[in-house]
């Protein structure tokens, strides 16, 4: 009886976790979309893919969070392990290759839920390996399919944001690679600290400025903190000036650029915080690239912190390497006993 009962436990254990002991974990870029679909729905599909992830990030030259990989259907099973699989069609036609599959890889209620109901966007976790997003698209035509992208897109993208931030954070934080004992004088000298991954070196480190700058090279990532006693901002305005005045003051010859410049309220950890993003550009050099700052008030020190990360890498992708960065932005912490 105790036997049978331990059985029932590990096969329900089992079923909630969506049966992930023994399977590998997903593989492949994590900015990377490897999208099945047959050769003739490509460009209605690329419509869909665009109007889902739609963000792009400006280094001048626009670059897409997300890379779309095409794949026939037919190879379905050599990238069905790849962290995030969508496969997609148009129709209902059995002839084309891309309808077959969908309709092998669906429930019989299911596919008619996608071609007469409202189910053209199916979205599961971990189906064939760990830390896997997994996507079927399929619906009565290209209008449906956008239609449902506007109604339940956002939810889907965070999916997305959210596996990557966590796979990122394994592969920047996970194992003895971190900089503990850094970490942990930062916190004891000042009263916050963030994880530093191994290969970043104190730049800057000035107590009476208030102000610590580390980074590493090739390519070229860049992260700095700066804080000071009390509220320094009361609204976007003041943020623009203070933003705008730090990196002459701190950095010599940098300063952010006009061009693409934005400023927008968002939650960082647990602190309401304005992001500052854009360019930013040397006065003495040809150089610049993407950076991401953010500013917030903590209650707990009574300090205003300015985090600032920015990359330069040129001529190369460099949305994943400004992610990484950001991602040791967002392990900061403060004490609050300090």
């Given at each position: 009886?105790?036997?049978?009962?331990?059985?029932?436990?590990?096969?329900?254990?089992?079923?909630?976790?969506?049966?992930?002991?023994?399977?590998?974990?997903?593989?492949?870029?994590?900015?990377?979309?490897?999208?099945?679909?047959s050769?003739?729905?490509?460009?209605?599909?690329?419509?869909?893919?665009?109007?889902?992830?739609?963000?792009t990030?400006?280094?001048?030259?626009?670059?897409?969070f997300?890379?779309?990989?095409?794949?026939?259907?037919?190879?379905?099973n050599?990238?069905?392990?790849?962290?995030n699989?969508?496969?997609?069609?148009?129709?209902?036609?059995?002839?084309?290759?891309?309808?077959?599959?969908?309709?092998?890889?669906?429930?019989?209620?299911?596919y008619?839920?996608?071609?007469?109901?409202?189910?053209?966007?199916?979205?599961?976790?971990?189906?064939?390996?760990?830390?896997?997003?997994?996507l079927?698209?399929?619906g009565?035509?290209l209008?449906?399919l956008?239609?449902?992208?506007?109604d339940k897109g956002?939810?889907?993208?965070?999916q997305?944001?959210?596996?990557?931030?966590k796979?990122?954070?394994?592969?920047?934080?996970?194992?003895?690679?971190?900089?503990?004992?850094?970490?942990?004088s930062?916190?004891?000298?000042?009263?916050?600290?963030?994880?530093?991954?191994?290969?970043?070196?104190?730049?800057?480190?000035?107590?009476?400025?208030?102000?610590?700058?580390?980074?590493r090279?090739?390519?070229?990532?860049?992260?700095?903190?700066?804080?000071?006693?009390?509220?320094?901002?009361?609204?976007?305005?003041s943020?623009?000036?203070?933003?705008?005045?730090?990196?002459?003051?701190?950095?010599?010859?940098?300063?952010?650029?006009?061009?693409?410049?934005?400023?927008?309220?968002?939650?960082?950890n647990?602190?309401?915080a304005?992001?500052?993003?854009?360019?930013?550009?040397?006065?003495?050099?040809?150089?610049?690239?993407?950076?991401?700052?953010?500013?917030?008030?903590?209650?707990?020190?009574?300090?205003?912190?300015?985090?600032?990360?920015?990359i330069?890498?040129?001529?190369?992708?460099?949305?994943?390497l400004?992610?990484?960065v950001?991602?040791?932005?967002?392990?900061?912490?403060?004490?609050?006993?300090?």
């Amino acid at each position: 009886m105790k036997n049978k009962l331990f059985n029932c436990i590990i096969i329900l254990i089992l079923a909630f976790y969506g049966c992930e002991i023994g399977k590998p974990r997903a593989e492949g870029a994590d900015n990377e979309l490897v999208v099945v679909t047959s050769f003739e729905d490509r460009e209605s599909i690329q419509s869909v893919i665009t109007a889902l992830f739609n963000d792009t990030l400006y280094s001048p030259q626009p670059e897409p969070f997300y890379r779309v990989v095409w794949v026939d259907p037919e190879n379905f099973n050599n990238i069905k392990f790849h962290v995030n699989v969508i496969v997609a069609g148009i129709g209902n036609n059995t002839k084309n290759v891309g309808t077959r599959l969908i309709k092998n890889l669906l429930t019989d209620e299911q596919y008619t839920s996608t071609i007469e109901g409202d189910n053209q966007l199916i979205y599961a976790k971990n189906i064939f390996s760990r830390d896997q997003n997994y996507l079927i698209i399929n619906g009565p035509n290209l209008e449906k399919l956008i239609e449902q992208v506007k109604d339940k897109g956002a939810w889907l993208k965070k999916q997305y944001d959210e596996l990557l931030f966590k796979r990122q954070s394994i592969h920047l934080f996970e194992g003895s690679t971190r900089q503990k004992d850094l970490e942990k004088s930062l916190l004891e000298k000042y009263g916050w600290t963030l994880k530093i991954p191994w290969g970043y070196t104190i730049i800057r480190d000035n107590e009476e400025e208030q102000f610590f700058w580390m980074g590493r090279d090739i390519p070229y990532r860049w992260l700095a903190v700066q804080w000071k006693d009390g509220l320094v901002f009361s609204d976007s305005a003041s943020v623009h000036n203070y933003a705008m005045s730090l990196p002459p003051k701190y950095f010599g010859h940098i300063q952010y650029s006009d061009y693409l410049f934005k400023i927008e309220p968002v939650s960082f950890n647990d602190w309401g915080a304005w992001k500052i993003s854009g360019l930013w550009e040397s006065i003495e050099e040809a150089q610049g690239g993407p950076f991401i700052s953010y500013l917030f008030y903590d209650e707990s020190s009574n300090r205003s912190y300015f985090i600032h990360s920015m990359i330069f890498h040129p001529g190369q992708d460099k949305f994943l390497l400004l992610k990484q960065v950001d991602i040791v932005a967002h392990s900061f912490k403060v004490d609050t006993k300090y």
